[in-house]
């Protein structure tokens, strides 16, 4: 069942609290009911039933997600305070803002990757392209108008990432969110839009906009028959994700605690089924693969920002 804007602050009570323990805080960056914050919902409720105590989700929202990110980073290590964070704080926002108030490298203790969202370019039924092979050569035969949610959003980026994988350029339209982006997908104002599954398959299933292909590694499992953009251009992948992270010197007991939780938590059917009606798939990562996972996408993402000039101030 998903959760909805229904689902209270405070997820269920549990007994540790009658014995004295304080709730968790689960600082998440983005307005409640949004796609974040639904995905950091399932996290903090599966976390609650498995720590034994009440988990309180508190959204910090603003700058990308910064502001709740340094919320985290500037908390006491103590296990009271934990950031379900996506990619953006962590691996992009650095590249985007002159000045960041914490070391998205530095300021914490990965715990486990939890979900991951990939990106689906769309094309407008108008466009007459049917896969990324048609994409490309439709570009070269010149720029069409290419949609994003902003300037600097992990959907931006991925575009500008295709095109530099394909040899191909497009002319950047740049909405504030896919609200008004959707409308001009669909009457041919553009031709191609990057969104994230979440939102971007509804139009698709229902025949409003083509899925071309999906930027993750493999072919999503609620979704097998879209192909993936590295069927095409191998080795491309680009997806936004949640992660839960701790501030930098938690205790090592209460990290492995902890990273073995979530890597239960992924692994549990419900939690998976759930994450898929929300538009992700479960990772369940270690620590380990979460802090490279850090290194290397900030160190392929900061590239591409610079390429783009794309800021955030």
């Not at 910064?66 to 009271?80: F, H, L, T, W």
């Not at 680009?238 to 605690?257: D, S, V």
Request: charged share 15%.
């Amino acid at each position: 069942m998903t959760l909805t804007r229904r689902a209270a602050l405070a997820l269920p009570a549990a007994p540790a609290l009658a014995q004295g323990q304080p709730p968790v805080r689960l600082i998440v960056g983005f307005p409640p009911g949004g796609g974040i914050d639904l995905l950091s919902r399932v996290m903090g409720e599966a976390l609650a039933a498995r720590l034994g105590r009440t988990v309180v989700v508190e959204n910090r929202t603003g700058a990308g997600g910064n502001i709740a990110a340094d919320a985290v980073a500037k908390a006491p290590p103590d296990g009271n305070t934990l950031g379900a964070i996506p990619a953006g704080p962590l691996v992009i926002n650095r590249h985007l803002y002159r000045a960041m108030p914490f070391d998205p490298l530095a300021d914490f203790t990965p715990i486990s990757r939890f979900a991951a969202i990939p990106v689906v370019f769309l094309a407008s039924p108008r466009a007459g392209i049917a896969d990324v092979a048609g994409l490309r050569e439709a570009l070269r035969r010149g720029p069409l108008p290419c949609g994003t949610p902003g300037a600097g959003t992990t959907q931006h980026l991925a575009t500008a990432l295709l095109m530099g994988a394909l040899g191909t350029e497009c002319t950047l339209v740049h909405y504030r969110g896919t609200g008004p982006a959707l409308p001009d997908l669909l009457n041919g104002t553009v031709a191609l839009y990057a969104d994230t599954v979440v939102t971007g398959l509804p139009p698709a299933r229902d025949g409003r906009a083509r899925a071309l292909a999906v930027a993750s590694p493999q072919r999503l499992s609620f979704a097998p028959d879209i192909p993936t953009v590295a069927e095409t251009v191998p080795g491309f992948a680009a997806e936004t994700w949640l992660a839960l992270l701790a501030p930098r010197g938690l205790p090592e007991p209460q990290a492995a605690a902890l990273e073995a939780h979530m890597q239960a938590i992924a692994r549990d059917p419900a939690i998976v089924a759930r994450l898929r009606e929300l538009g992700a798939e479960a990772v369940g990562s270690t620590r380990a693969e979460l802090a490279q996972a850090i290194r290397e996408q900030d160190a392929m993402w900061g590239p591409v920002v610079r390429a783009t000039g794309a800021t955030a101030d």
